[in-house]
């Protein structure tokens, strides 16, 4: 069975999303700042792709970011992984081939992803006013970045769906 060249695609797309956060991170840094931008990774792969391949986009994309944040190992590959499956199987009450619904999606699986990596990380600091002060300002900073950003990508995505030989359209969704 053939793997869906959506997938990697979409797999690209995500990787390029990561290193350009990952230089902005490096140029914002000097003012404590940070962001986390992996709303969007997630949700086209979950409402475009069969489940094997949105998963296995999830998953080799949840690799890549485990291995450039440092967070302990599995955490956002398991976390994109529950991501996806959750976003497949309600994948028919949201209208992929517009921008509203991702952009609504992505901020909240930026949230949940920011909440995630928050807590995990917050072993001897969970009743520090100064911790919980910086991850109010990643996740604000994140997500005024975001709203920039998700419409680009998605709208960068299905560009290169149009550019190459593949289907633009969502598969097995049910026909209204």
Not at 68 to 91: D, E, M, Q
Not at 139 to 145: E, N
Not at 164 to 170: E, F, G, Q, R
Request: charged letters at 10%.
């Amino acid at each position: 069975m053939m793997i869906d060249p959506r997938c990697f695609v979409l797999f690209g797309a995500n990787i390029v999303l990561l290193y350009l956060t990952q230089l902005v991170n490096s140029s914002i840094c000097n003012w404590s700042l940070h962001l986390m931008i992996l709303g969007p990774m997630i949700i086209l792969p979950g409402l475009y792709l069969k489940l094997r391949d949105g998963l296995l986009c999830c998953f080799l994309s949840g690799l890549w970011i485990d291995a450039a944040i440092p967070v302990p190992y599995g955490l956002l590959t398991g976390g994109s992984i529950l991501t996806c499956s959750i976003l497949y199987a309600f994948r028919h009450r949201f209208h992929a081939e517009h921008n509203y619904h991702p952009i609504l999606l992505s901020h909240v699986i930026n949230l949940a992803a920011i909440i995630l990596v928050s807590c995990t990380l917050s072993y001897g600091q969970i009743g520090s006013f100064a911790y919980w002060a910086q991850v109010i300002v990643t996740t604000l900073v994140s997500h005024l970045c975001l709203l920039l950003v998700s419409p680009w990508f998605f709208n960068a995505e299905r560009l290169l769906f149009n550019l190459m030989p593949v289907d633009t359209d969502p598969a097995e969704l049910p026909i209204h």
